[in-house]
């Protein structure tokens, strides 16, 4: 396995590593600037490769942000490798989450972030929204890149496969094919709404988790998962 790099919108990096026995990707992404951040840890496991290919684009020793979209092995599983790698690193997660788990799993205190609150890295803004069990996690939470129009939108599209790392390509139908086999995506009557919200931001490209980061129709794209989710709702209550 390697971690491959490539800067999906400026300044925001896209570290993946393709898991051949899974058929899945894990995608983190790197926000450049004067406090870097990171979205997404990966698991502990792949900490020596996702770090390796960080080292290429900046030294591990100045990223200043972790965050992540809700508490799992994937999404924050090195949390506390990154701390110690990087002295002046703080993770910075949604305020119920660090109550939850963070400030007891994470080896420094963490940073809460209400519900549309803007790390600014010096180049990038990237604001805090909270999405509870959306697509899953009591905790969970995307990040909004204002500048570049980048939503860091974690598990939300996610697909089999090893992806390019930019496409306009249906990002939608692979999706549901996915949640077909995981059945991951929590059904409530607030899904299809908070998906929609999102569609409201006009993000410009998506970094998808698990998946490519998709530069084409990003508000239709959430919409038409949005409809599909709907659609499954109203089926199930059925």
Do not use: K
């Amino acid at each position: 396995m390697e971690t491959t790099v490539s800067e999906i919108a400026p300044d925001v990096y896209r570290l993946s590593t393709y898991v051949p026995d899974a058929d899945f990707q894990f995608n983190q992404y790197l926000v450049t600037g004067a406090e870097p951040l990171l979205f997404h840890t990966g698991p502990r496991r792949l900490f020596p490769l996702v770090s390796e290919a960080m080292a290429r684009v900046l030294p591990v020793t100045e990223l200043r942000w972790i965050t992540f979209g809700h508490v799992e092995a994937d999404e924050c599983g090195a949390m506390n490798d990154w701390l110690a790698a990087a002295p002046r690193s703080q993770v910075a997660h949604g305020a119920m989450g660090c109550v939850v788990s963070v400030e007891d799993l994470a080896d420094r205190p963490p940073r809460p972030l209400a519900d549309g609150e803007v790390i600014d890295t010096g180049e990038r803004r990237l604001r805090h929204i909270d999405t509870p069990h959306v697509p899953h996690g009591w905790d969970a939470g995307v990040l909004f890149e204002e500048t570049t129009g980048t939503l860091l939108c974690g598990d939300l599209f996610t697909a089999f496969g090893n992806s390019p790392a930019l496409t306009d390509a249906d990002v939608v139908g692979p999706a549901l094919q996915a949640e077909d086999l995981f059945g991951a995506t929590c059904l409530t009557p607030g899904t299809a709404p908070a998906i929609r919200s999102l569609a409201d931001l006009e993000p410009t490209t998506m970094a998808l988790m698990h998946g490519p980061a998709f530069a084409g129709d990003c508000g239709q794209a959430l919409r038409d998962l949005a409809d599909a989710y709907d659609a499954r709702l109203t089926g199930a209550a059925g």
